[in-house]
């Protein structure tokens, strides 16, 4: 059934002029009329839309009708509402309530302002942190916080002091479904496959930056209150791992939120259960990953290890601590490197010994507990020193051994070898080196290998020999009076040569001779414990 009754028609006729129309004429344009005005308002609601309003307006209709081609209506704007009433004795017809005016009030009512130019004008909108008050900016009244949330304390000199609260921190949809998984991940799945993945993403995604406050306020919460929950706690310290891993993040402004947490579960007296849980594998990766921070990001903060360093180092030789605190520290101290043990852990070895041993004796320390971790304290302390002391002997260089004595006689230029034969190039590789050498035999013995960088003199006499087996050298030959400038010469850079590599030498041995003070006293406070961290050459050097 139409909207538009053949009523509706005969009195739009009627106001045209057409008093004569007939009922079925007025019955069949009826449909018509309605399928023009829904296509004329179909167009008039796509214009709203594209205008992104949710109101539609006589300027929406009057577009619709020009991409009809049909003249618009004139007479109506979209100042404001249109305003229907009901016409009397019809209860669907509405008229709009237009108001008469007269022309001689519209023609003495005042003319309207001009409107303005469009201009660029230049203004203040802050003058060293002060807003000036001018037209052109917003009162403050209006982009002042609301009264109620503003807060003021008094100073002693009585003064107002206006404390800003915090801005709100809005975060996508997707970013906190991700952050609870995360979170949920790390509560009460850390032994899943899929905290592996999570892991994975936190060390390699992008976009994950808005997310670190969040992760750094949750991991300080957690480890001040989850002390007993040793799963907790290595989860935790693995998420701080991964974000750390990753190079999208500017984890930087959140270091000083994260170390107290990552420095408690290192040096913490009690993590977790202390018969069932393996806290000493999450020392051992904390530590780790202290060092890790300090190397990364101690050229930003001059003051981080330092800082660190005096915190573990405190804890070491504090003597009310627990054992388990001293391993943390010991652990932390030699994550940091081979001088951090020297320059800490060694002077103060032989003192802390003392006090660590009747810990470990059966007959002094019933409590098989604290006897087991006193044995795990003094194996940290082994290890660390030995690691110390290996690599200050895997930094020396290999030793050169001095070149062979060299003879004049009679023009001719001889090398004697003591006891040994013409060296070749094969031979001259499978020498030993100067510190085996010098452990074989008396020194006086010199062995006849060269250093890569000198050269041995060409030999161009006979050159004799102990072994009576032996016969004459095949490149042994007489050297022709024309070419013994040049053999003076070659022995004149060898002269050169040789005082250089002394003073190698003399560096040298001195090296050696701090690291052989080193080893004996480590091997005075450790036994032979200490031997296997020693390399095979300087081990018979030292001996």
Not at 497 to 508: D, F, G, H, N, P
């Amino acid at each position: 059934m139409s909207i538009v009754s053949k009523e509706t028609i005969e009195v739009i006729a009627q106001s045209i002029g057409i008093a004569n129309l007939s009922a079925d004429v007025a019955l069949a344009l009826a449909p018509d009329v309605e399928y023009r005005m829904r296509e004329v308002m179909q167009e008039a609601i796509k214009c709203m839309r594209h205008s992104k309003r949710t109101v539609l307006t006589t300027d929406d209709v009057d577009i619709a009708l020009n991409l009809r081609n049909v003249e618009p209506i004139y007479g109506f704007t979209s100042g404001g509402p249109l305003r229907f009433k009901r016409a009397v004795g019809h209860k669907n017809l509405f008229y709009i309530d237009d108001k008469d005016l007269d022309f001689k009030d519209v023609i003495e009512a005042p003319l309207p302002k001009a409107p303005l130019d469009t201009a660029v004008v230049c203004h203040w909108l802050a003058i060293e942190g002060v807003q000036p008050a001018i037209p052109e900016n917003a009162p403050v009244e209006v982009i002042a916080a609301p009264s109620d949330g503003k807060k003021f304390e008094q100073k002693d000199d009585g003064l107002p002091v206006d404390i800003k609260l915090p801005i709100k921190h809005v975060l996508s949809r997707e970013l906190q479904l991700y952050f609870d998984k995360i979170i949920d991940l790390t509560v009460n799945r850390s032994d899943s496959a899929l905290f592996k993945e999570a892991l994975v993403s936190l060390a390699t995604d992008s976009g994950l930056h808005p997310l670190v406050p969040y992760f750094t306020y949750f991991i300080a919460d957690e480890v001040s209150r989850g002390l007993n929950d040793f799963n907790l706690l290595f989860a935790l310290m693995r998420v701080v791992w991964s974000l750390l891993q990753n190079p999208h993040i500017h984890i930087e402004p959140y270091l000083h939120q994260l170390m107290p947490s990552v420095v408690t579960c290192l040096v913490a007296k009690r993590i977790g259960n202390r018969l069932a849980d393996n806290h000493w594998e999450l020392r051992d990766f904390t530590a780790n990953l202290v060092a890790s921070i300090c190397k990364r990001f101690g050229h930003v903060y001059n003051n981080l290890q330092t800082r660190l360093t005096k915190t573990l180092l405190h804890a070491f030789l504090d003597p009310k601590r627990s054992m388990t605190q001293h391993y943390g520290a010991i652990q932390g101290l030699a994550a940091l490197g081979p001088n951090m043990v020297r320059l800490l852990i060694v002077p103060n070895l032989e003192p802390y010994l003392r006090l660590l041993e009747p810990e470990m004796l059966l007959e002094k320390q019933k409590n098989e507990l604290k006897r087991h971790e006193a044995w795990c304290v003094y194996g940290a302390l082994l290890r660390a020193t030995g690691q110390s002391i290996y690599d200050r002997l895997k930094m020396f260089p290999a030793l050169p051994s001095p070149p062979a004595r060299v003879f004049r006689t009679n023009g001719r230029v001889v090398t004697s070898p003591p006891n040994k034969r013409k060296a070749n190039n094969e031979h001259l590789e499978q020498q030993p080196s100067l510190k085996k050498i010098a452990t074989d035999g008396p020194m006086d013995v010199v062995p006849t290998n060269l250093s890569s960088n000198m050269q041995p003199p060409e030999t161009k006499g006979p050159v004799p020999s102990t072994d009576p087996d032996m016969g004459p050298s095949s490149s042994s030959r007489q050297i022709p009076h024309g070419n013994i400038s040049d053999s003076r010469d070659r022995k004149g850079k060898g002269d050169s040569r040789a005082l250089k590599m002394s003073a190698v030498l003399t560096q040298t041995w001195r090296d050696d001779l701090k690291s052989g003070h080193l080893l004996v006293s480590l091997f005075e406070l450790f036994g032979e414990s200490i031997l296997p961290f020693i390399p095979a050459p300087e081990m018979s050097l030292f001996l």
